[in-house]
């Protein structure tokens, strides 16, 4: 299941390559690609679909400047697309008691 996640994911980033910036004709195959291998591995068809939009609305448009030890840096496309992925997984997943 996290292989065929794993291909699915970096196949995505592949895809946007080169992007100067998010837009809706950019992200459609990495979409698609995210979103088969989430029903590849069995994901909720619904659950699929309500995680695809929300990145897709977190990344229209975006390329992002982020503070990093004091220095401003600039994300791509494909960096954006796999933050808002991750944060999304993340927000998802829920809370997790730490012991």
Same mark, same amino acid.
């Given at each position: 299941?996290?292989?065929?996640? &794993?291909?699915?994911? !970096? %196949?995505?980033?592949?895809?946007?390559?080169? +992007?100067?910036?998010?837009?809706?004709?950019? /992200?459609? =195959?990495?979409?698609?690609?995210?979103?088969?291998?989430?029903?590849?591995?069995?994901?909720?068809?619904?659950?699929?679909?309500?995680?695809?939009? &929300?990145?897709?609305? !977190? %990344?229209?448009?975006?390329?992002?400047?982020? +503070?990093?030890?004091?220095?401003?840096?600039? /994300?791509? =496309?494909?960096?954006?697309?796999?933050?808002?992925?991750?944060?999304?997984?993340?927000?998802?997943?829920?809370?997790?008691?730490?012991?």
């Amino acid at each position: 299941m996290f292989d065929v996640l &794993s291909r699915g994911f !970096k %196949s995505a980033t592949l895809m946007l390559q080169g +992007k100067a910036e998010l837009t809706e004709e950019a /992200l459609q =195959p990495a979409l698609r690609e995210v979103r088969t291998s989430l029903l590849q591995a069995d994901v909720d068809l619904d659950v699929t679909k309500a995680f695809l939009q &929300s990145v897709k609305e !977190k %990344s229209l448009g975006e390329i992002v400047t982020l +503070k990093v030890a004091g220095q401003s840096v600039k /994300l791509g =496309p494909q960096d954006w697309f796999v933050q808002a992925c991750y944060d999304e997984l993340v927000e998802r997943r829920g809370p997790v008691a730490v012991s």
